[in-house]
């Protein structure tokens, strides 16, 4: 069964690092995406483990098989490592009919005609695009040629299916739609999804494991929700999640066994976690807007500097001595221009980054 | 940046090399890098020691040293020498500049303004001004230079033959209408106009409309956004149009031999030919070298001009209706004149080929001076024609066509593939110096003048190791493909650029080999555009005579050369015939591809 393994992979482009040192494993049948900012190297990854890229070094194993090893000079071409890739410009050929297009890769695998035209039948259904046959692909409008894009890769039954960006050109709405066809079609043909993406909604809602990477570099490799609830640095923490979470730079003053006492926003506090054996003086919290909501008798006071209301939820933009903060209200609440309002803090997934480094110290709760 | 397991686990070397030849790419590179090194270093060379050694004839008897021995004589000469420097150096160099400045200004002017009514008025008859505009473009440049003559020529000036316009109307244009520096530099300015209307009108017409539209809004008048934002926009597009119209000027040989020979004016590349064929040939190497690098400059001027930040050439957008602008009343009158201007420069030649061709005392045009003989005469008519018999009856006029033929498929063959090739390699290594190596080195060729080109093979093709090339059809192809590859490469290059590379990618995953994906993917999707790469030197190689005059074995082996030996000896009728038949041809050739294949030589904007 398909399973990936990247083993110190690396990519340089003459004096410009892609990919460092990138250790991976991607389960068999799992839909994984690979998050982060553009030029980060995901779509690097993605290529070099399809065959489209030559790594600079490592080790690339699919279902067991080295495709790529630098060390003994394997390096598999695409098409022996039995994959399928989604293009971000879909990549139709132009010249071609949409039947031709998805009949192509077939014809290539020396399939005979009335098998080439059944399975091609087959994806046409498959992806509702029958009455499209035979048009042009510059005669389809951009979702069309998106399920014509995937019914060309689906057509050899690939076990890997890697996806470069692949809903980036569609309008907002399409694109809602195409994920939900896109996780259907993760169940229904039983095989290994490689997901590439900047956006980390697509992500989270996609994948069963995320990967995040900045500059080459691996950042979390972890579930969707364990991203989002114990990001591992800052980076990562500002990256996951809409509106970001609220960095706020605070000072360690003492501690107990499991309880800190921290200087933060001009007041004491009192964080309580699973701390580890030495803090930092200098430390930051990270606190989700949901968990910093408005309440009148709130311990922290502060100023609306803004109101934002969406319709589910409202994102106010507060004022707080020096400190801008974000909190997310449910439902909406349209606060006057500075107002002063009261602040708490809730729920235990209160995160403590060193503030040196920004890596991940503790999980806890706050309390004033 | 830590030295991580990665530094430790770097390929070995032998591993990259067969990653390396894995890629059809880099095997492509490798074989244009060396081929292309010998062929354009290799004569370069030979040149340049040609520059500082003795030649046999008269200058080892002068000089008093063996054939071969070191001499800075030529430079001496050329430079130095009063009065021989004057007159076979600075005056020609002067000349060649004056020509090249003066055509580059007149072709922008007249390119263009009719870019602009074309692009931005509603002038009328938009489509046939634009057909008809570009179609001097396709002759070749001295077709106009001889139309010229025979329109003006009269009998006051240069050998007092009438032409056209004394004949019909009795008025005699004075000796500088007629010969010298103004007609060269109306004949190759208008050559060269079609040229700058195709690039400027290509920017104008692909021009966001909204950076115009944007002005309109904040109450710019019509004037003040061309003067504020479409010319600095297209400035660079003229600029580096200037320097291209001014190379192709200083280069023109064709164009100064017909209108400069009667009174003796002499531009760089005619004088580099009449010295070395006077036993100059070291001179003639200076000069030479002097244009090549004269070239490279103006084209290191040129991508300084189109590669710096306010180059805005690349701005492209959505180019929505261009709101035009009325010429109103003007208009009518602007079309009627521009296609009287046209037609008079593409039709009219035309017709005064076919009448030169077929009257027997020149400027006497009537019914009774007619004869066919010229075409089709036999031995009776010997006498009064002077040649055996009319062309179209003449065994070596026919041997010479057929050459010039098999001279351009070959070379169109060689040359589309190779252009094609170079494209898809180039673009596909993007980037890596072995790729740019490879851009620069086809293009090399475009710097050096096709006199100057010529030249360097004929240093090659009469040193001792290789005087089996000299006047052979071989050496011929051989110099016409490399000098032709600049402009197959170039177009290879873009159009293979408009291939994003994931079309070829995907072919790639389903296992399709290289030659497959070529054959049916990325062949088929640019197949116009491959194509013109294979019509251009078609079209190059028959009305070619610059490149070959000095390397073919005697004048009239091809039908360009012995257009040119008519012409020296007299034969003015012959030469019109040959010349009506090579643009008949290239008019063909032209049509016959584009029904075929949609490609043509130069893709008209449109109206």
Not at chain 1, 56 to 77: C, S
Not at chain 2, 47 to 60: I, R, S
Request: with cysteine; glycine share 10%.
């Amino acid at each position: 069964m398909p399973q990936i393994i990247l083993e110190h992979v690396s990519k340089r482009f003459e004096r410009f690092v892609a990919v460092e040192d990138l250790n991976l494993e991607i389960a068999d049948r799992g839909f994984v995406t690979l998050l982060g900012p553009s030029g980060c190297g995901k779509t690097t990854t993605l290529r070099m483990i399809a065959g489209l890229e030559t790594p600079t070094a490592g080790r690339i194993l699919i279902d067991g098989k080295p495709v790529f090893d630098g060390e003994k000079g394997i390096n598999l071409p695409p098409n022996k490592r039995d994959i399928g890739f989604l293009f971000q410009n879909y990549a139709l050929w132009p010249h071609m009919t949409v039947y031709e297009n998805i009949a192509f890769g077939l014809e290539m695998l020396k399939w005979d005609r009335q098998r080439i035209a059944a399975r091609v039948g087959e994806m046409l259904e498959l992806l509702k695009i029958t009455e499209f046959g035979k048009r042009y692909p510059a005669e389809l409008s951009g979702g069309q040629q998106q399920r014509v894009a995937i019914a060309r890769t689906l057509a050899p039954s690939p076990r890997v299916l890697f996806m470069d960006e692949p809903l980036s050109n569609l309008d907002a709405k399409l694109r809602g739609e195409m994920r939900t066809e896109l996780k259907r079609l993760h169940t229904d043909t039983n095989s290994t999804f490689v997901y590439v993406t900047h956006d980390q909604l697509e992500a989270m809602t996609l994948s069963t494991r995320v990967c995040l990477m900045e500059s080459g570099r691996l950042q979390q490799y972890a579930p969707p929700l364990e991203i989002y609830n114990r990001p591992a640095n800052t980076f990562v923490a500002s990256f996951v999640g809409n509106p970001t979470m609220n960095f706020i730079p605070a000072r360690v003053e003492g501690r107990e066994a499991g309880t800190a006492r921290l200087r933060v926003l001009g007041r004491t506090a009192v964080f309580t976690g699973d701390l580890p054996p030495r803090l930092p003086e200098g430390v930051t919290l990270g606190i989700r807007p949901e968990f910093l909501p408005i309440r009148e008798e709130g311990p922290v006071r502060a100023q609306v500097y803004s109101t934002l209301p969406a319709g589910m939820e409202t994102t106010v933009k507060l004022k707080c001595g020096e400190e801008m903060l974000t909190s997310v209200v449910f439902g909406s609440v349209d606060y006057p221009v500075d107002a002063g309002v009261g602040l708490d803090v809730v729920g235990k997934d209160i995160v403590l980054f060193d503030g040196e480094n920004g890596k991940h110290l503790s999980q806890g709760a706050l309390q004033f | 940046m830590t030295k991580g397991a990665a530094d430790l686990r770097r390929e070995p070397l032998k591993y990259r090399l067969r990653a390396f030849f894995g890629k059809p790419a880099n095997l492509i590179l490798l074989f244009f890098l060396i081929t292309l090194t010998v062929l354009s270093l290799m004569p370069m060379i030979t040149m340049l020691t040609n520059m500082f050694t003795v030649h046999a004839g008269t200058e080892k008897k002068m000089l008093r040293q063996g054939v071969g021995s070191w001499t800075l004589n030529h430079f001496q000469m050329l430079f130095a020498d009063r009065e021989w420097s004057q007159s076979n150096f600075w005056t020609p160099f002067l000349n060649s500049l004056i020509v090249a400045a003066g055509s580059g200004l007149l072709g922008i002017l007249i390119g263009g303004a009719v870019a602009w009514f074309i692009t931005r008025s509603d002038l009328k008859c938009k489509k046939f001004i634009s057909a008809v505009f570009v179609f001097p473009y396709m002759m070749p440049a001295w077709t106009l230079a001889l139309f010229w003559i025979n329109m003006f020529q009269n009998s006051r000036v240069g050998g007092g033959v009438v032409g056209m316009v004394e004949s019909f109307f009795g008025v005699c244009m004075p000796e500088w209408f007629v010969y010298g520096l103004f007609p060269m530099i109306v004949v190759i300015g208008l050559h060269y106009s079609p040229f700058a209307y195709l690039l400027i009108g290509g920017i104008l017409k692909n021009m966001d409309a909204t950076l115009e539209e944007s002005a309109t809004i904040l109450k710019a008048s019509r004037w003040t956004i061309i003067r504020r934002v479409t010319v600095p926009i297209v400035m660079p597009a003229i600029l580096s149009t200037f320097l291209l119209i001014f190379s192709s000027g200083f280069a023109s040989y064709t164009v100064p031999v017909f209108l400069g020979s009667a009174t003796r004016t002499f531009t760089l590349s005619t004088k580099m030919r009449a010295l070395i064929q006077a036993g100059y040939e070291g001179q003639g190497y200076i000069m030479a070298f002097f244009s090549i690098l004269l070239g490279t400059a103006i084209l290191g001027l040129n991508q300084y001009f189109t590669g710096k930040r306010k180059s805005f050439t690349t701005v492209t957008g959505k180019s929505g209706q261009v709101s035009l602008v009325k010429l109103r009343g003007a208009g009518g009158v602007i079309s009627a004149l521009l296609i009287l201007f046209t037609l008079f420069f593409a039709i009219m030649p035309l017709v005064s080929f076919a009448l030169e061709s077929v009257i027997m005392q020149p400027g006497n045009y009537s019914f009774s001076n007619m004869t066919l003989n010229f075409w089709i005469g036999t031995e009776d008519s010997a006498f009064e024609t002077g040649m055996p018999n009319g062309i179209l009856m003449n065994g070596t006029m026919w041997m010479g066509l057929l050459r010039q033929v098999g001279l351009a498929l070959t070379v169109a063959m060689i040359v589309g593939t190779c252009g094609m090739l170079v494209g898809y390699a180039c673009v596909r290594r993007r980037g890596s110096w072995l790729a740019r190596a490879v851009e620069n080195l086809a293009f090399f060729p475009y710097l050096m003048p096709a006199m100057a080109f010529g030249t360097i093979y004929l240093a090659v093709a009469t040193s001792a190791s290789f005087k089996w090339m000299y006047g052979s059809f071989f050496l011929l192809g051989l110099v016409a493909s490399v000098k032709f590859l600049p402009f197959a490469s170039r177009s290879g290059v873009n159009s293979m650029m408009q291939i994003a590379p994931e079309i070829e990618e995907a072919a790639t995953i389903f296992g399709v080999p290289w030659v497959t994906r070529m054959r049916r993917i990325l062949f088929p999707i640019q197949k116009s555009a491959i194509m013109s790469g294979y019509l251009l030197p078609v079209i190059n190689v028959m009305r070619e005579v610059a490149l070959f005059t000095l390397l073919v074995p005697y004048p009239r082996y091809l039908l360009t050369t012995m257009l040119f030996s008519f012409n020296e000896t007299g034969y003015a009728q012959y030469g019109s015939a040959v010349t009506l038949l090579i643009i008949v041809m290239i008019i063909a050739i032209n049509s016959l591809v584009n029904k075929l294949t949609g490609a043509s030589f130069d893709k008209g904007i449109g109206g």
